[in-house]
């Protein structure tokens, strides 16, 4: 456990700075006229001069989440010279917002005409409707430069729970390089507020913050003090730190989890009583964990919930696997869910479905817990690797890959799904593929789900650490860099009929409509790669598959030549694919060779290498003209083109690697001396486009920490040159695939 003293950085400018503090001042006295006055006041502060328009706009509710909608369409008018002046006389105002309205559900709204000309009524179900509904009339301003040129429009969620998974550096469960060196930027309330605020304007409404064992950072258990390692002074800032985050996250409509490993404790508590940092299931560990969850609760009114894993640390390594299924849940029924019992208020439980888990043994425990909300149940959905088929192959429940139906059949009364899409695949380059995600709501959005996770346990999205520095760089944040990545699943989870045209205008907004429509179709087209390769080569736990950089470094499914963490041409053939509908190459092979008949649907290779190459032709295409149109890319904009065409080539090397798979596989089983010539030709291309990507990639990406954690599972050690990553990096293995093919010998 790092035990940083320095003071936490922006606690003490944001709470001088926020504009939610005065607003809690003012508050009570929101319905008052000259109250009003003030609060328009103080969200107007910048404004320079008196601006060449006014609106008018009523609100029934003071709740916080109607305040900060107001205040981000107060500075989106601001932006056009518009001046937004609070009245208390509905009939005056030429929007009003009325909340609640019967017929609207929770984070449902609806934008309508007036009765009156020129005037339009936001109704909504809650707040967080409201601010949803004022969030769209900025947005929709700032692309069509009328405050009042709306649409009429009513949505309403399609799911409840849209959640991002987000893994803290404190004691985290992935150690390394990558993890640490975002320790000062996340106790920053200043970065908080950012990410908060991105994360209600795409509507994602749940925030799980993930780490190994993060109590001893947020209290001093009071019958186990030693537990914590924190001055009085170090443990009253970070309590300042994380009721700030709690209390900026609901003002904004979004639940906040803390969810951690078990069986964990920390390294302190350990020493001071003679313990097992993990696997300790003695009685006093027991009731450490017990207290901990209900002073937890206790101390943070505004913490939604807890969460606990059925995974790692509950003797699942090792010799010693003395915990079954029922055991397992009998420890979470004596800690977490007693600890939660005894707390003096309600909270919301996620109990994940990981590992040795059994549907049967959990549901005993939820049903017996008796609690007033339903329980949320996490299961992985294609393991670690969420970004790849929208077909549910395989979860994290068993190591078979088997998939246990009695999570959802019956119909459970006491909890409900959501589904973890892991993104252990695209931590450099921008993503966004709509249909992809709309795909997945379809076929996956059952009775049983209410909503999805979506994250990463390997990367945390706060210091941009992969971009070197200069022009290009005209974001603070990596997630800033990554906007499209939570629009596109935000706003589609929210609801799945959101139309392209909401992402084309985004693109409209930042770099013009020339490029706008372009550049969105572009990023579609690119985005698929990483899909395409996560479902052609399956893989299970995180460093299995690392799709943006071709690596698979610890083996999974398929043949490791314990080379190097790069995925070889050999490697490529001798795996299996994770999407049922897709054929591996021995398979396609086999079936040329004997003339099997393929069934129109299966996607073989040479399919999925013709739709890469169509792909990335387009992107090309779409490039060009974006660069023929006279616009001129700087910052952001040139380096989102960039990343475009890096997805490109990568598409190009990806397609190229499979044609060549497929005829040097083809000349090993009796094939003629021309399926080896090919393959040398199409691995050269493979290598011109390999050296593109790198060309790319090194003008303005360093090499970054990539696999920090310290373990050598793979006893060949092909992992050791994944520490780092870099595309250039991999140059040498490129080339050694066309050796490969030049010494091929017939089987």
């Given at each position: ?276 940092e993990l696997n300790d299931t003695t009685e006093l560990v027991r009731r450490y964990t017990r207290e901990t969850v209900t002073q ?452």
């Amino acid at each position: 456990m790092t035990n940083k003293k320095e003071p936490i950085s922006g606690v003490k400018d944001y709470q001088k700075e926020s504009y939610i503090k005065p607003v809690l001042i003012r508050y009570r006295m929101f319905r008052n006229y000259l109250s009003s006055l003030i609060l328009a006041g103080f969200l107007l502060i910048g404004f320079q001069s008196i601006r060449s328009q006014t609106i008018t706009l009523f609100a029934n509710s003071d709740a916080f989440p109607v305040l900060h909608g107001i205040g981000k369409l107060t500075q989106a008018a601001a932006e056009s010279e518009i001046r937004i002046i609070q009245t208390d006389q509905r009939e005056k105002a030429q929007l009003s917002i009325v909340v609640p309205s019967p017929g609207l559900p929770p984070e449902g709204f609806e934008i309508r005409r007036g009765k009156t000309a020129g005037k339009w009524e936001i109704l909504a179900g809650d707040a967080t409707g409201a601010m949803y509904a004022l969030l769209d009339i900025a947005e929709n301003h700032r692309f069509q430069q009328g405050l009042l040129n709306i649409n009429p429009t009513r949505e309403t969620p399609r799911f409840s729970f849209r959640a991002i998974k987000f893994n803290l550096p404190w004691s985290p469960y992935r150690e390394g390089e990558q993890m640490d060196l975002h320790s000062d930027v996340c106790r920053d309330l200043a970065f908080w507020e950012k990410y908060l605020d991105m994360m209600a304007q795409n509507r994602l409404n749940v925030l799980s913050l993930w780490s190994r064992h993060p109590f001893p950072f947020m209290i001093r258990a009071k019958n186990f003090p030693e537990a914590c390692p924190l001055s009085d002074a170090e443990l009253a800032q970070w309590q300042t730190f994380w009721k700030g985050l709690f209390r900026m996250a609901k003002q904004r409509g979004i639940e906040t989890y803390i969810v951690n490993w078990n069986i964990v404790v920390s390294p302190q508590m350990a020493q001071a009583y003679g313990i097992k940092e993990l696997n300790d299931t003695t009685e006093l560990v027991r009731r450490y964990t017990r207290e901990t969850v209900t002073q937890v609760i206790n101390e943070y009114e505004d913490l939604t919930g807890l969460g606990v894993t059925l995974a790692d640390w509950m003797n699942n390594f090792g010799p010693d696997q003395t915990m079954q299924a029922a055991d397992r849940e009998k420890w979470i029924e004596e800690t977490f869910v007693k600890g939660l019992q005894a707390a003096n208020r309600p909270a919301r439980f996620i109990h994940r479905s990981v590992l040795a888990g059994s549907p049967v043994e959990m549901q005993k425990v939820i049903d017996k817990a008796g609690f007033s909300d339903p329980v949320h149940v996490e299961i992985k959905f294609n393991w670690s690797h969420g970004h790849s088929t929208p077909v549910l192959a395989m979860t994290h429940d068993f190591h078979s890959g088997a998939i246990d139906d009695r999570f959802w059949n019956p119909l459970p009364q006491n909890y409900r799904i959501q589904w973890m899409i892991r993104n252990e695949d695209m931590f450099i380059l921008r993503w966004g593929e709509p249909d992809f995600v709309r795909s997945h709501i379809a076929e996956n959005g059952k009775e049983y789900v209410t909503g999805y996770f979506v994250g990463s346990e390997g990367y945390i999205p706060a210091v941009d650490y992969s971009h070197l520095p200069g022009s290009h760089q005209t974001w603070q944040y990596a997630f800033e860099k990554q906007w499209m990545f939570y629009k596109v699943w935000g706003r589609l989870l929210y609801n799945p009929d959101t139309p392209d045209s909401v992402f084309e205008e985004t693109f409209s907004i930042r770099y013009g409509k020339i490029a706008g429509g372009k550049m969105f179709k572009a990023f579609q087209l690119g985005s698929k790669m990483p899909l395409k390769l996560a479902s052609f080569h399956a893989a299970t736990w995180d460093y299995t598959l690392y799709s943006e950089g071709f690596l698979a470094p610890f083996a999974a499914k398929g043949l490791s030549d314990g080379h190097s963490a790069f995925i070889s041409i050999d490697e490529l053939i001798n795996h299996q694919v994770l999407d049922p509908h897709y054929l591996n190459i021995p398979e396609y092979v086999d079936a040329i060779i004997h003339n099997y008949k393929i069934a129109e649907e299966i996607t073989t290779p040479d399919k999925l290498a013709n739709m890469l190459s169509s792909d990335a032709n387009e992107i090309l295409e779409l490039l060009n003209e974006i660069r023929q149109s006279g616009v001129s890319p700087k910052g952001a904009f040139a380096c989102e083109l960039e990343d475009i065409e890096t997805w490109a080539w990568l598409s190009l090397y990806f397609a190229d690697k499979l044609r060549a798979a497929i005829s040097l596989h083809a000349y090993r089983k009796g094939g003629a001396e021309q399926n080896k010539t090919q393959a040398i030709v199409l691995l050269t291309n493979c290598l011109s486009y390999w050296e593109k990507v790198s060309a790319i990639t090194q003008s303005h990406y360093r090499e970054v920490p990539y696999l920090g954690e310290k373990t050598s599972w793979n006893p060949k050690d092909a992992w050791v040159d994944a520490k780092t990553f870099s595309w250039g990096k991999y140059l040498p293995e490129v080339r050694r695939d066309l050796e490969i093919a030049r010494i091929a010998l017939r089987e």
